[in-house]
C-alpha cells in the first residue's frame, strides 16, 4: 500500500510505534510533533519513507502549513492518525481554566482541526481513513481525570459524527482507545503516582498494572495494530476501538 499517511505525535509514544507499523506496510510516512531530534529518532526506525515536520498542533496556522507542507513535498494526505496528546490529572476544585483548555485544545481542538484540514482532500479522492487516539477515558469516568476525559469523551464524538458525515465517501473514521500503555506519558502518570502517594515508582507501576485485568501495561506496539486493524478495513468506521487489557467490556 503505497499511500501517503500523516502521524501527529509521532516523535514519542504511540504515534512513534503507529508511524513504524504504517511504513512497514509500506505506506509513505509524514512525521509530526514539536520536537525534531524525537521525530528524527522515529523516522531512523521506520524503514520506508519519512518526512519529517515539527509542528505543534496546537497552533492553527501551524496545521495548516503542516498539510500544506506536505502536499507539496508528496500529495495529499490518505491516512490521518492524530496521536498527540497529553494527560492531565487533579482534583476538579483544583484545575483551573488554563489546564482546563490546554487539555481540550491539544486532545480536541488539534484533532477536530487536523481532520478538518485533510478531509476535503480524501473526499476528492474518495478514499481516506482517519485514525484518533482516543482513551477508555473516552468510554467512563474516573476520579482526578475532569479536563482528561471532558476532551477524551469529546474527541470520541467527534469521530462519531465525522464518520457519520463522511459514510460512503470512501472516508473512514475511527478511534483507538488505549488502557495505560508503556510510554513517556505512563512513566510521567507513574512518577505523578509516586510523588503523591509516597511510593516508590516501581510501586506506582504495580498499582497501574493491577488496575488492568491482564495485569500489565499495554505496549505501544499493541495499539499501532489496532490502528492498522482500522485503517486496513472500509467496513470498519464510527468504531472505538478498546486496547486496554478488558479493562473497558463495551
Ligand atoms: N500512554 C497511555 O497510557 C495512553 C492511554 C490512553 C490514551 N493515550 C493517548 O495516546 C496519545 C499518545 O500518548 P503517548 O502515550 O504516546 O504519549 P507520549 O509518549 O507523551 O507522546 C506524545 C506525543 O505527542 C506530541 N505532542 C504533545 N503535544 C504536542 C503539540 N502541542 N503539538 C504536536 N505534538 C505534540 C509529543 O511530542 P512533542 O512534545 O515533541 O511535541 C509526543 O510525540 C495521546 O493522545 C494520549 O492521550 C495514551
Same mark, same amino acid.
Given at each position: 500500500m503505497d499511500r501517503i499517511a500523516l502521524v501527529t505525535g509521532a516523535g514519542s509514544g504511540i504515534g512513534r510505534s503507529t508511524a513504524i507499523r504504517l511504513s512497514q506496510a509500506g505506506l509513505r510516512v509524514v512525521l509530526a510533533s514539536r520536537g525534531a531530534e524525537d521525530l528524527a529518532a522515529t523516522a531512523a526506525a521506520c524503514p520506508g519513507p519519512t518526512l519529517a515536520i515539527p509542528a505543534d498542533v496546537t497552533d492553527p496556522s501551524a496545521v495548516d502549513?503542516?498539510? %500544506? &507542507? =506536505?502536499?507539496h513535498d508528496w500529495g495529499a494526505v490518505e491516512v490521518l492518525i492524530a496521536s498527540a496528546g497529553a494527560g492531565y490529572s487533579a482534583r476538579i476544585e483544583r484545575t483551573n481554566d =488554563? $489546564?482546563?483548555?490546554?487539555?481540550?485544545?491539544?486532545?480536541?481542538?488539534?484533532?477536530f482541526r487536523c481532520l478538518r484540514r485533510a478531509v476535503p482532500a480524501m473526499r476528492a479522492l474518495g478514499y481516506g481513513r482517519i485514525v484518533v487516539i482516543a482513551s477508555t477515558a473516552s468510554r467512563v469516568g474516573e476520579p482526578y481525570l475532569a479536563a482528561y476525559a471532558a476532551s477524551k469523551h469529546g474527541v470520541l464524538g467527534l469521530v462519531r459524527a465525522a464518520a457519520a458525515e463522511l459514510a460512503g465517501t470512501g472516508v473512514t473514521v475511527n478511534a483507538v482507545c488505549p488502557g495505560f500503555v508503556d510510554t513517556p506519558m505512563t512513566a510521567a502518570t507513574i512518577r505523578n503516582i509516586a510523588e503523591k502517594t509516597s511510593r516508590t515508582t516501581d510501586q506506582a507501576r504495580s498499582a497501574l498494572e493491577a488496575r488492568q485485568p491482564i495485569g500489565r501495561l499495554i505496549t505501544p506496539e499493541? /495499539? =499501532? $495494530? =489496532? /490502528?492498522?486493524?482500522?485503517?486496513? %478495513?472500509?467496513?470498519?468506521?464510527?468504531?472505538? /476501538?478498546?486496547? $486496554?487489557?478488558?479493562?473497558? &467490556? %463495551?
Amino acid at each position: 500500500m503505497d499511500r501517503i499517511a500523516l502521524v501527529t505525535g509521532a516523535g514519542s509514544g504511540i504515534g512513534r510505534s503507529t508511524a513504524i507499523r504504517l511504513s512497514q506496510a509500506g505506506l509513505r510516512v509524514v512525521l509530526a510533533s514539536r520536537g525534531a531530534e524525537d521525530l528524527a529518532a522515529t523516522a531512523a526506525a521506520c524503514p520506508g519513507p519519512t518526512l519529517a515536520i515539527p509542528a505543534d498542533v496546537t497552533d492553527p496556522s501551524a496545521v495548516d502549513r503542516l498539510f %500544506s &507542507q =506536505a502536499e507539496h513535498d508528496w500529495g495529499a494526505v490518505e491516512v490521518l492518525i492524530a496521536s498527540a496528546g497529553a494527560g492531565y490529572s487533579a482534583r476538579i476544585e483544583r484545575t483551573n481554566d =488554563a $489546564d482546563w483548555y490546554r487539555m481540550l485544545e491539544l486532545n480536541l481542538t488539534a484533532p477536530f482541526r487536523c481532520l478538518r484540514r485533510a478531509v476535503p482532500a480524501m473526499r476528492a479522492l474518495g478514499y481516506g481513513r482517519i485514525v484518533v487516539i482516543a482513551s477508555t477515558a473516552s468510554r467512563v469516568g474516573e476520579p482526578y481525570l475532569a479536563a482528561y476525559a471532558a476532551s477524551k469523551h469529546g474527541v470520541l464524538g467527534l469521530v462519531r459524527a465525522a464518520a457519520a458525515e463522511l459514510a460512503g465517501t470512501g472516508v473512514t473514521v475511527n478511534a483507538v482507545c488505549p488502557g495505560f500503555v508503556d510510554t513517556p506519558m505512563t512513566a510521567a502518570t507513574i512518577r505523578n503516582i509516586a510523588e503523591k502517594t509516597s511510593r516508590t515508582t516501581d510501586q506506582a507501576r504495580s498499582a497501574l498494572e493491577a488496575r488492568q485485568p491482564i495485569g500489565r501495561l499495554i505496549t505501544p506496539e499493541e /495499539v =499501532a $495494530d =489496532a /490502528v492498522w486493524f482500522c485503517v486496513a %478495513s472500509e467496513a470498519i468506521t464510527g468504531q472505538a /476501538v478498546n486496547v $486496554d487489557g478488558g479493562t473497558v &467490556q %463495551s
